[in-house]
């Protein structure tokens, strides 16, 4: 009898965990070795919060390892140039000296973060000591440095080793016997800044309408686990209100025409994730005046890509939703993501859901409900089943 306890048991707990679990078909394409495919919202609604429980397996079943992705760098680089003026050149102990200034006064220190030279001498290759002043009186060494010409390579650029902010600068050369002269020198701050840029992607989900205590109340579906970007309304009545959302998020939006002109701004600016128990809710503030007329809502958040090595036009799964306390694979392809990043990856698409738990997406029913009649539906099987069994062995006694 034990042993059927156990069987029944172990086949309502393996139902509690399987009911969820689904999978997303994968296409890819392109001859590069990495894909990269785009998570939906219908992924994160059914998926753990932390993502922890994706997988993605190819044809014969097998993991495929992977990463996530969740934006891309860019470098920008900033470049400003000050020309510098010839003040004055001399020698001094068999050294040759050259004193610039900034051609022009500024306003504000100026900040170089390496020199450039102009010259017309060819083959000749120089040591150079720098120097620096406030006031050409007070000279500092900076550093020194090489300017050459030979044959077809040249470096006539000295990259500071620091950021300097000097008015004068003094170039010493230990000898000049070459006679040479520089056509323009200038000084040159350059940045190069990296910026990490996002996935944002965006869905219009249904939504409904509550009227309540002077406020309008838009509840959005389907946004669980997504972290938000922004939400857009749409409509065409006139109006400025106050809108907001929950965790403090709050803003005048406005759709105004006067004089001809029209004024629109009906987005709230949000950054933060829904969780699986929320519902998502908006408030507009209506005051005393009529509600506006809702024509539709769009969302917009933040994407993530599961990228993996794998093969041009093979069918792969994502299997989600699973196991709620699973957690995340650990992979060596993890560990040079960043190396992968930098070269071509192939876009591949979601071309169907499927749920396991029924032909159709499943209502928005929380698992934690379903969980909990699973094992109530459980204990009461085992106290009926072990009250029959001390009531059978009192009755052979």
Not at 89 to 115: C, G, P, Q
Not at 309 to 315: F, H, M, N, T
Request: charged residues 25%.
């Amino acid at each position: 009898m034990w042993k059927r306890i156990i069987s029944i048991t172990f086949l309502l707990c393996l139902f509690s965990t399987t009911a969820f679990a689904h999978t997303a078909t994968v296409q890819t394409g392109g001859e590069s070795k990495y894909k990269a495919v785009r998570l939906t919202p219908e992924i994160y609604n059914a998926a753990n919060s932390d993502l922890s429980d994706l997988l993605i397996k190819d044809s014969k079943g097998e993991n495929v390892p992977y990463f996530i992705n969740s934006g891309f760098h860019t470098d920008r680089e900033g470049r400003e140039t000050y020309p510098m003026e010839l003040i004055n050149s001399y020698t001094k102990d068999n050294s040759f000296y050259f004193d610039y200034k900034l051609a022009a006064a500024m306003e504000r220190d100026t900040v170089a973060t390496s020199i450039e030279v102009a010259t017309e001498s060819m083959n000749f290759a120089k040591a150079v000591d720098v120097y620096g002043s406030y006031d050409n009186l007070n000279w500092d060494f900076v550093q020194n440095d090489k300017l050459y010409i030979i044959d077809d390579k040249s470096k006539l650029i000295i990259e500071l080793n620091k950021p300097q902010k000097y008015t004068y600068y003094r170039f010493k050369l230990s000898n000049n016997l070459e006679k040479i002269s520089f056509n323009a020198v200038n000084l040159i701050y350059s940045t190069k800044v990296s910026e990490k840029n996002y996935f944002i992607e965006s869905l219009i989900p249904t939504f409904h309408i509550e009227e309540k205590d002077k406020t309008t109340l838009i509840k959005i579906d389907g946004l669980k686990n997504l972290r938000l970007y922004d939400v857009t309304i749409d409509t065409d009545s006139m109006f400025k209100r106050i809108v907001s959302a929950p965790l403090g998020s709050e803003k005048e939006i406005y759709n105004l025409s006067l004089n001809g002109i029209s004024y629109n701004d009906t987005a709230l600016p949000l950054d933060r994730q829904i969780s699986q128990d929320e519902t998502f809710v908006i408030t507009i503030v209506n005051n005393d005046d009529k509600p506006i007329n809702i024509k539709g809502v769009t969302v917009c958040y933040y994407a993530d890509e599961m990228v993996f090595e794998g093969k041009a036009w093979e069918s792969y799964t994502i299997d989600f939703g699973a196991d709620a306390t699973k957690t995340a694979p650990v992979y060596d392809i993890e560990r040079y993501k960043d190396e992968i990043l930098k070269g071509k990856i192939d876009e591949a698409s979601i071309s169907a859901i499927s749920y396991d738990s029924e032909k159709e997406k499943p209502s928005e029913v929380d698992s934690k409900v379903i969980f909990n009649i699973v094992v109530i539906g459980i204990a009461v099987l085992l106290g009926g089943l072990i009250l029959f069994h001390l009531r059978r062995n009192k009755n052979s006694i």
